[in-house]
């Protein structure tokens, strides 16, 4: 059991062993289901991205797999270990980038990153290291006697995800883990996760913004009132909800109900964008209704945010 754990949490020869596995899980508050039924499963070294508008069920959804919330249907398995039974296992095994900025302010960089590899048992002899290691992949060596209080808001985001590293976890879930940055940061930061994702560390990232999905994970989930609407890569997810096409329509209210109604009736999804209809799978548009809808059309390529739109129903920033 020990040899199979190990081989599920350092992602060698697992052969597509999952490093996380959901079973029909349900999560309630009250009255209110924030998980509905989940299933989810992540392959070990792949980089899950976990879609979801406000509301959708993603932060609960990590907070079961760390055991800060306990399931009140299903199964839950993290690394081999089952959680919340042996959470303390998997907690040691996993790293956990949190969507608040939790750091010591008092401390240096280099302190709060000492703090975690002892808090992480990273073996007394080794821990100097790891905290050199960790300061590095964070681009902050530099800084490493910087108090965490004078650090940027973007060096701040890369200290807290180098504390979720320290001890090298086979598995490292995110949480919204550039929410509130300005662009250059996100981009900064998503270098930062692709590099995780190239070593082979099994990367769960929740967002909300579809670039950050479209650039770094190599599948997504689709999440929507606490359960995943669908799952695939980008490409095919765009594929088979929004085709290769999107035709835009702009103009007053009327003309975009008329193209609405106009798609509709041809059996065509369409979704609106302020002041615009957008017709998707475009490229199925028969010539009649091409004529019809007018010549007005703006053609683009259908995208990640279009089946964001049509599948959950929400606006995204
Ligand atoms: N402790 C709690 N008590 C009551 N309701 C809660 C609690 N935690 C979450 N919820 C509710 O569960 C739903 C799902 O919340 P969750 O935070 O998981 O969503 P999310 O997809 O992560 O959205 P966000 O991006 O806003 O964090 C929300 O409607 C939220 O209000």
Same mark, same amino acid.
């Given at each position: 059991m020990t040899v199979q754990r190990h081989a599920i949490a350092t992602g060698e020869g697992t052969g597509g062993r999952?490093?996380? !596995?959901? !079973?029909?899980?349900?999560? $309630?508050?009250? #009255?209110?289901? /924030?998980? #509905?039924?989940?299933?989810?499963?992540?392959?070990?070294g792949s980089c899950l991205g976990l879609?979801?508008?406000?509301? /959708?069920?993603?932060?609960?959804?990590?907070?079961l797999l760390t055991a800060q919330a306990r399931p009140d249907e299903g199964s839950i398995e993290v690394l081999g270990f089952s959680v919340p039974r042996e959470s303390k296992r998997a907690r040691a095994a996993m790293g956990v980038v949190p969507q608040q900025d939790n750091l010591d302010e008092e401390l240096t960089a280099r302190e709060n990153l000492e703090v975690f590899a002892h808090l992480y048992r990273v073996p007394r002899a080794r821990r100097r290291q790891a905290v050199d290691d960790a300061l590095e992949l964070a681009h902050l060596t530099a800084r490493q006697r910087t108090k965490v209080d004078d650090l940027s808001g973007g060096m701040r985001r890369r200290l807290l995800i180098a504390r979720g590293l320290v001890h090298r976890p086979a598995l490292v879930?995110? #949480? @919204?883990?550039?929410?509130?940055l300005d662009p250059?940061? !996100? /981009?900064?930061?998503?270098?930062?996760?692709?590099?995780? !994702?190239?070593a082979g560390t099994t990367v769960l990232m929740s967002t909300h913004y579809i670039e950050e999905a479209e650039r770094l994970a190599d599948d997504c989930a689709l999440m929507s009132h606490g359960r995943v609407v669908a799952r695939g890569g980008p490409s095919k997810l765009i594929e088979e909800h929004a085709g290769q096409l999107v035709v835009e329509h702009y103009?007053?209210?009327? $003309?975009? &109900?008329e193209v609405e109604r106009l798609a509709h009736a041809a059996g065509l999804t369409t979704r609106r964008t302020g002041p615009s209809v957008?017709?998707?799978? /475009?490229?199925?548009?028969?010539?009649?209704?091409? @004529? &019809?809808?007018?010549? #007005?059309?703006?053609r683009r390529a259908a995208n990640l945010e279009d089946v964001f739109v049509v599948l959950t129903g929400e606006r995204v920033e």
């Open positions: 999952s490093a996380i !596995r959901l !079973r029909g899980v349900v999560k $309630r508050f009250g #009255d209110f289901t /924030a998980v #509905d039924g989940l299933d989810l499963e992540v392959a070990a879609l979801g508008p406000n509301g /959708a069920g993603k932060s609960t959804t990590m907070k879930l995110l #949480d @919204e883990p550039t929410v509130g250059q940061v !996100r /981009a900064e930061l998503w270098g930062l996760i692709d590099g995780l !994702r190239t103009g007053p209210p009327v $003309r975009l &109900e957008s017709v998707l799978k /475009a490229e199925t548009i028969p010539p009649s209704l091409d @004529e &019809e809808l007018g010549p #007005d059309g703006v």
